[in-house]
């Protein structure tokens, strides 16, 4: 009896003991995707992606990977945006609801409207063992990668976020806005101290990286990729051979943070383009932006398709900019038949072969009649400016409120007339926007949600340690 009593007790001893070490194993290897892919197109909705859908159908013959593969094959969602304090958004509050899950002001970055820090989902990743990135078009400091690796009052506080970003040892750091990592003494800088974060980062290790050259050839997994003092160009007018696109960074990002056995990573992949350019009202160069930041989108996607169980890829707007609409219009001012846009008109619309930034520069302050005429008919060739156009571009004098980008929104409203494409204004608008999300955890992003909600779930999946295949 004894006998068989103590023979039971080992056996329950190494049961329990198996079951133990066989859960603790499963707990570390954690539930939650190893590696979060986050694509955002800054300042696009619903409307921006379907132009570009047409776009790259219509004209190239190719499949638009947002639409076709991740709407089509993922879940779909839309997110309303409105922030703390007003019923549009700015970049800095809808970034940071979808990186916090909590609201706050226009213009506060990683804080709630009273000043207090709220928890990113970088962070979090960060702190569940993924390695973690930012990469954008804009300056690294900008607001939308701020709200994920930042907290501070006002996203104006560029030199503020790049002190933070050195100090919280993000993995990578691709993007524009050097000016805030050098000190007063130097070139370019837009600072007002002696410190010298690039120093400070080469002290730690990184691998500082200045053109798409060094980018393409760097080695291991810290690095800091700046390519120009402030953002770096639109699509239009970049240097391609000296200035990465978001689809050279963004391959560069997927490939820095996977090598030497990976642990798993959160990376924040932003092109601010879509947004500089709808403020412009410039259907080229924001048509040329969708078409690079769909490559990039691509990368995402097949990378996905390579680790599909360990995988989360979502995309997604913050906030609609310019509401614009593809529409008949009567033949002319007088009236006539109704015209409906066709191909042509999208057409029409890739043919410009620099943004409205550039042609303002070569327009310079108060351009005379002779000097308008000469840089419509060289770069908009076909395109005709009303007189109210003709004169706001000439003195700056506004003639709709809602449209006080110029001498941009002016040569812009002159282009709708050709492309069938409107603007409803050069600012953010109250629309929703898209998120699609597909791989571990997509579902949860189905249907009709704040962008709080967004955040929150972002929060969760990540809260999981990676998990990793056996
Ligand atoms: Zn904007």
Redesign the pocket.
């Known amino acids: 009896m004894k006998r068989k009593e103590l023979l039971y007790r080992c056996s329950a001893v190494v049961l329990t003991l198996f079951l133990g070490i066989f859960f603790l194993a499963a707990g570390a290897y954690g539930a939650g995707p190893k590696y979060v892919i986050l694509l955002f197109a800054?300042?696009t909705g619903l409307a921006q992606m379907e132009l570009g859908r047409m776009a790259n159908r219509y004209l190239y013959n190719e499949e638009f990977t947002v639409t076709d593969r991740i709407f089509r094959e993922g879940a779909l969602g839309l997110l309303t945006t409105q922030s703390a304090n007003y019923l549009v958004t700015?970049?800095a509050a809808a970034g940071t609801a979808m990186a916090t899950g909590h609201k706050t002001k226009n213009g506060m970055v990683g804080v709630t409207p009273e000043g207090m820090p709220v928890k990113s989902a970088l962070e979090v990743a960060q702190e569940t063992g993924r390695r973690v990135g930012i990469v954008t078009t804009d300056t690294v400091t900008d607001a939308t990668p701020a709200a994920f690796a930042a907290h501070v009052k006002s996203r104006k506080l560029h030199p503020q976020i790049a002190e933070q970003y050195v100090a919280k040892n993000l993995d990578l750091m691709l993007g524009g806005g050097r000016a805030y990592f050098l000190p007063q003494s130097a070139e370019g800088s837009k600072r007002k101290d002696d410190k010298d974060l690039l120093a400070a980062l080469k002290a730690k290790g990184y691998a500082y990286v200045t053109n798409l050259k060094e980018l393409k050839e760097v080695q291991g997994t810290k690095v800091i990729g700046l390519f120009a003092d402030k953002a770096l160009p639109l699509e239009l007018d970049r240097d391609r051979s000296t200035v990465p696109s978001i689809y050279e960074m963004t391959d560069a990002a997927l490939k820095i943070l996977s090598r030497d056995n990976s642990p798993g990573f959160f990376v924040l992949l932003e092109t601010e383009n879509t947004?500089?350019a709808?403020?412009r009202n410039d259907i080229s160069d924001l048509l040329a932006e969708l078409r690079v930041f769909d490559r990039a989108v691509r990368l995402a996607y097949d990378f996905y398709k390579a680790h599909p169980d360990e995988t989360l890829v979502l995309v997604a707007g913050d906030?609609d900019?310019g509401g614009p609409g593809m529409t008949y219009v009567k033949e002319s001012l007088s009236g006539g038949k109704t015209v409906y846009p066709t191909v042509e008109n999208l057409r029409v619309a890739t043919r410009f072969s620099i943004s409205l930034n550039k042609a303002k520069k070569l327009l310079g302050k108060n351009p005379s009649d002779k000097k308008i005429d000469e840089v419509m008919a060289k770069y908009f060739p076909g395109v005709t400016l009303s007189p109210q156009q003709r004169e706001a571009i000439k003195t700056g004098k506004l003639y709709a409120r809602n449209f006080y980008n110029l001498p941009q929104n002016a040569i812009g409203g002159a282009i709708s007339e050709l492309t069938q494409i409107y603007w409803a204004s050069r600012?953010?608008t109250q629309q929703p926007v898209y998120v699609g999300a597909i791989g571990v955890g997509a579902e949860r992003f189905r249907g009709y949600m704040d962008n709080t909600e967004f955040g929150r779930i972002l929060i969760e999946l990540l809260s999981e340690p990676p998990m990793a295949k056996r």
């Open positions: 800054d300042g700015d970049s947004d500089t709808s403020h906030h900019t600012g953010h």
